[in-house]
């Protein structure tokens, strides 16, 4: 049953107040985001003026300007992509080796060791952040894109593992004694049988840790150097003593915001299936 059709079949005034706060909460999110993309095409008295401007010329001297002169927005963006997609796959890749593992296996406190997986993701940023800059400085990683994608990777896989665990739980034993049964290798079991179904998971996976390192400032402020600023950075360089360009900063927010709601988009149905599975509960 979706969402909508248990809403309709509600009595009315549950119908009419669970509207009601959808409406709100979606233009709560909207709004902001409609705004800072309308800024993004206005001149600089337009976006500072004291009275909001609906209607105004649009330009694209903002966009044009992160594109040109020495803080070309290119070499951000191809670190942004480099960085958060690779990390994301192969998260994706070793979290769903790793969760298939950990679904299969029959022993003795093992939700206990799927509960140790997902609290090294708990632990909060900071802590980990020294620990890690001595390892990159003594490996030389520090300024590289493999040292974010490194950084990324580490809290990526711990989240990978037990969100990939809890999907491949929900897939029958049978199913896979069946391709055993039939002349299959575990492995081709594996990938054959039990991974296709599971492609829900993956890509909600994919999805969740590609928006973690897409927006991560962080990791890119502390790991990241001239060779390998990523977009958050960028950002957060246009923000200076002798003021705030909020034109361009719009724009870039923009820049930043939009590739992950076109990706949110386009893998709805898998996010929704994703998220719908009871997989976010872990083991």
Not at 41 to 66: M, Q
Not at 101 to 120: D, P, Q
Not at 122 to 133: D, Q, S, T
Not at 156 to 163: D, M, S
Request: aromatic share 10%; with cysteine; net charge positive.
């Amino acid at each position: 049953m979706t969402v909508v059709s248990a809403i309709d079949r509600s009595p009315r005034r549950v119908r009419i107040s669970t509207k009601l706060v959808l409406t709100i909460g979606l233009l709560w999110t909207l709004v902001p985001l409609a705004w800072m993309l309308l800024s993004s095409f206005k001149n600089s008295t337009d976006v500072t003026s004291a009275s909001p401007k609906v209607l105004f010329a649009p330009t694209f001297d903002n966009y044009r300007k992160l594109f040109s002169g020495a803080n070309n927005l290119g070499n951000y963006i191809l670190h942004s992509v480099l960085a958060s997609g690779i990390s994301s796959v192969l998260a994706v890749a070793l979290g769903a080796l790793a969760g298939y593992g950990l679904a299969g296996t029959k022993m003795r406190g093992k939700k206990h060791v799927a509960f140790w997986i997902i609290s090294t993701r708990m632990a909060p940023i900071a802590v980990v952040v020294l620990p890690l800059f001595l390892l990159f400085r003594a490996a030389d990683l520090i300024d590289s894109v493999p040292g974010l994608i490194i950084a990324y990777l580490s809290f990526n896989l711990p989240f990978a593992i037990w969100l990939m665990s809890a999907f491949f739980a929900e897939v029958p034993a049978s199913v896979e004694e069946s391709a055993l049964v039939a002349g299959c290798t575990r492995w081709q079991a594996f990938w054959h049988v039990v991974l296709p179904l599971t492609k829900a998971g993956l890509v909600t996976t994919f999805v969740l840790c590609l928006v973690f390192s897409w927006n991560d400032y962080a990791f890119a402020l502390v790991f990241g150097g001239p060779h390998s600023q990523t977009l958050p950075i960028a950002a957060d360089q246009l923000v200076t003593q002798s003021g705030i360009d909020w034109g361009q900063l719009t724009a870039i927010g923009s820049i930043v915001v939009l590739p992950m709601i076109v990706a949110g988009l386009a893998v709805r149905k898998w996010l929704v299936t994703g998220l719908t599975l009871g997989a976010v509960t872990g083991e």
